[in-house]
């Protein structure tokens, strides 16, 4: 069990008997699809590392409409906000897949890295990293018209192999378009016309960059 922490950058410079105390102050819990984990607007109170499976980050407005801000694969941890103080979680985190995790206090987590000054240097690391992504992701929703914020994406998600340039198992549409802050409709819409231009095949499995995506379109 403690060798699962090892893919925790912020946590290998622990020492076993830290190891095995996070796992006796904290709790491992296996959980489906769909299922939510925390709420923007709630007492900020543990810290998740995500063993395995896969989590959605998203905000909401008043009337109910979401804009993703991540998606988080295992390997990940998020909930830093329960280690700065007492406050509100900002974002909520749903799975999306089956997922087993770790949800440690975060004061006990902070008393255990302040010890570690690796530890302590790749948590602020991290949270750099993090501030600068958010920050490109407002910027996105705040200067980019929605092609352009598509078009980023996809660029984000695809992979080289082969020579070619895909997106293996793309997110649904109604995903692509949260993550764009965006409607399911103008992703459609825009996928559409990116087809007829030649620059994308899609399917259910996989979509192929064909082509350079455009800076405007």
């Avoid at 904290?26 to 810290?47: D, I, Q, Y």
């Avoid at 390997?75 to 770790?102: H, I, N, Q």
């Avoid at 993090?130 to 078009?151: M, S």
Wanted: proline share 4%; net charge positive.
């Amino acid at each position: 069990m403690v060798a699962e922490f090892a893919q925790f950058s912020i946590l290998q410079p622990l020492s076993g008997d830290d190891m095995l105390r996070l796992l006796q102050i904290g709790r491992v819990r296996t959980v489906g699809a769909r299922h939510l984990l925390m709420s923007e607007n709630e007492a900020s109170t543990a810290v998740y590392f995500l063993l395995s499976g896969e989590v959605r980050v998203f905000i909401t407005n008043g009337a109910g409409r979401e804009a993703t801000l991540n998606i988080l694969r295992a390997g990940s941890w998020f909930g830093e906000l329960a280690m700065l103080g007492d406050g509100l979680r900002s974002a909520s985190v749903v799975t999306t897949a089956p997922s087993r995790f770790l949800s440690v206090p975060g004061p006990l987590l902070r008393d255990i890295l302040v010890r570690y000054p690796q530890a302590t240097q790749q948590l602020l690391t991290i949270l750099g990293q993090r501030i600068r992504n958010l920050t490109d992701t407002v910027r996105g929703f705040a200067l980019g018209d929605v092609y352009q914020r598509l078009a980023q994406l996809l660029g984000e998600l695809a992979i080289e192999q082969d020579g070619e340039c895909f997106i293996a198992n793309p997110p649904p549409q109604r995903e692509l378009a949260a993550r764009c802050g965006a409607s399911r409709e103008m992703v459609a819409r825009v996928l559409r016309e990116l087809r007829r231009g030649g620059y994308v095949e899609t399917s259910r499995r996989r979509i192929v960059l064909k082509k350079a995506l455009p800076a405007r379109f």
